[in-house]
DNA sequence: TATTACAGTGAACATATGTTTACTGAAAGT
DNA sequence: ACTTTCAGTAAACATATGTTCACTGTAATA
């Protein structure tokens, strides 16, 4: 695919544009050093460390944007989106799992932020579900990767990184179902019981967000049609919820 | 890893056993052509065409079952197993995903025989739900392999992919709906909310799958707890469903 | 019986991957 | 000022991948 045939790594690593595209600059050698080039915050030793690390991490994610599902991305990948070379991958994951479970808790940052924004705005009066389902939609769209990230890992990737992310998920519902009671909804239902129904409300939550992030794009009607159908389901468990009665 | 610097594909292709294993006839050149070996049923020439394919299919199941998820295996990989040269997979199959929508269909056949079952056994008289979900819980276990695959390539998997399985589930949701429509459950509720909620069910049911199949090996009382939170989770879902009115 | 179709082979190809090793230069610690 | 620490480099490694091509033997066909 390129010219030369003893092209290396490093050859594609600096394009910084999307690969795959013909660049004349192969043989440039303008090498400036990245740590001038991204001099946007403090210097320290530790915090240009950890500035990269979040270049890897974020490299990850465009990548998992950009098409590739979680577990189709490799480690070459990411450093060359990241501009680094591999080795130097080491010196901030043992692995791609460890980049993986960073992953994770990112994604577990993003739902948290999404409940305390719910909790900020306060419940709309009239429907409220219909009202969440929104904040969600533009959530799972302004986070698209994130999200992207979740629902193919969910299944797809290690075993500790399923692991991981199922934890995060408890730890979502406990916190939506601590919301829960101190707004008073379902005050009859125990813990146990609402930690039951937010558990579910989650998983639903999840799968509608892999349904939206496949939509064709532009489909506006078949958008609507999913939201709809989601807020339904929704509803359906509400409905039951407020029915339930602990044995 | 192994002795023979030279050790063409082939070497481990016929050992049969998993791989990995250190085989001591590595050279003995026994290769008696595999198409007697299974000389099972019929000989002609799509027969045996028909076998081979199968045997692809198998394999990649069985791989999968051994632990790596879908999207992790490879071409050659499956080959290997199949004990078939790299180049014969393209007498099979354009490409892996081709391989894959063939897996989605196989658990498409897996689903309609729980449905088979299920309505061929009459639903337990007294707790309806849990007996389901012990019926379920039994095929999720027979059939790992195919649930796995679908669990990874849900979220994982190409687009073609996820696409194919939603339309599975989606065909799976409405046999569900005309089951319970013709079992006279739930009588009142419109055909489209019925389908609704059965869409809801089943990813419900696939995500439990999803937990079932990661349960640390003979830990008898978490699996226990999860069924029960499965259950719990549906009585919801029904209770709700039954309390629906249609606008 | 002679001819054709084609599933499976074997070898080579270009290209990708993860990981290791010794190195360099500048910030941090003394 | 001098020494240590360590993020990032360069190059090589062994190994894996998908895909191609001309081939071979045999079942199907004529």
Chains 1, 2 share one sequence.
């Not at 950890?50 to 974020?58: A, S």
């Not at 070459?76 to 070379?85: K, P, Q, S, W, Y």
């Not at 991981?164 to 408890?170: C, F, H, L, P, V």
């Amino acid at each position: 695919m390129s010219i030369h045939s003893k092209t290396s790594d490093r050859t594609s690593a600096y394009t910084l544009q999307r690969a795959l595209r013909p660049t004349e600059n192969d043989l440039s050698t303008v090498r400036r050093t990245l740590q001038k080039a991204d001099t946007d915050t403090g210097n320290s030793r530790v915090e240009q460390k950890e500035r990269t690390r979040q270049r890897l991490i974020d490299s990850a994610l465009a990548l998992i944007g950009a098409g590739s599902g979680y577990n189709a991305l490799s480690l070459r990948e990411i450093t060359r989106e990241a501009g680094l070379v591999p080795a130097g991958f080491y010196r901030h994951f043992r692995d791609l799992d460890e980049l993986g479970l960073a992953l994770v808790e990112m994604g577990g940052v993003t739902l948290r932020r999404l409940l305390r924004e719910a909790r900020r705005d306060g419940i709309p009066p009239t429907d409220m579900l219909r009202g969440s389902v929104q904040i969600y939609r533009r959530f799972v769209a302004e986070r698209s990767e994130v999200f992207r990230f979740i629902a193919g890992a969910r299944g797809g990737g290690s075993r500790a990184i399923r692991d991981a992310i199922r934890t995060e998920e408890s730890h979502f519902a406990s916190e939506m179902a601590h919301d829960l009671r101190t707004l008073g909804t379902l005050p009859e239902l125990s813990s146990a019981t609402l930690q039951m129904i937010c558990g579910l409300v989650v998983t639903t939550m999840l799968n509608a967000a892999s349904d939206i992030l496949d939509l064709p794009e532009g489909h506006t009607q078949a958008e609507r049609e999913l939201i709809e159908n989601f807020v339904r389901q929704l509803r359906v468990v509400f409905l039951g919820a407020a029915r339930w009665r602990d044995s």
